[in-house]
T-cell receptor, first 114, second 109 residues
């Protein structure tokens, strides 16, 4: 089945220790998104790629970086995680073309910072 | 600014009907989505409305009024598994999703 995969599902890192979250998709979608979601809050868009074009949200901290080496994979790098970065990180994809253009989400990575 | 409002929490009884409302103010409109999110899981797509009116899909229906900036999600014959958060999201002029904080729906037996 075509899907969006995130690894790992749970990640524990130490304060200030760099961490990388990964996302892959078999949907062959043009657009990939990274969201941060904290408990009982709306998902917050961090960045998205339309193909190789990178779009950074204005309020995304510099501590967060992203890479998309090819259509299938996208990575979220947190250079120096703080306690406030503990959250669920959601990867999503969409076709980026006309129509509903709904987003398909991976299962998420829950990040704990100790 | 852009804003999506929906109730924080609602409670309903198994077998009953519940309506979850969403009002929005966005820069541009390219459709409104409803997603379901179970605790600790990712959102899953439920419905999409871009024209005024009602879209029905099994036990779930979604309504849109663009002139009023208003939508609702109607859930019929509620089941315990419907206990989840329901997120309203609007696609703005740049086709980016503006998300509401979600409505936590609690189903009681």
């Amino acid at each position: 089945d075509a899907m969006v995969i995130q690894n790992p599902r749970y990640q524990v890192t130490q304060f200030g220790k760099p961490v990388t979250l990964s996302c892959s998709q078999t949907l062959n979608h043009n657009v990939m998104y990274w969201y941060q979601q904290k408990s009982s809050q709306a998902p917050k868009l961090l960045f998205h790629y339309y193909d190789k074009d990178f779009n950074n949200e204005a309020d995304t901290p510099d501590n967060f970086q992203s890479r998309r080496p090819n259509t299938s994979f996208c990575f979220l790098d947190i250079r120096s995680p703080g306690l406030g970065d503990a959250a669920m990180y959601l990867c999503a994809t969409s076709t980026g073309t006309g129509g509903p253009n709904e987003q398909y989400f991976g299962p998420g990575t829950r990040l704990t910072v100790t | 600014g852009q804003n999506i409002d929906q109730p924080t929490e609602m409670t309903a009884t198994e077998g009953a009907i519940v309506q979850i409302n969403c009002t929005y103010q966005t820069s541009g409109f390219n459709g409104l989505f409803w997603y379901q999110q179970h605790a600790g899981e990712a959102p899953t797509f439920l419905s999409y409305n871009v024209l005024d009116g009602l879209e029905e899909k099994g036990r779930f229906s979604s309504f849109l009024s663009r002139s009023k900036g208003y939508s609702y999600l109607l859930l019929k014959e509620l089941q315990m598994k419907d206990s989840a958060s329901y997120l309203c999201a609007v696609s703005d002029s740049n086709y980016q999703l503006i998300w509401g904080a979600g409505t936590k729906l609690i189903i009681k037996p």
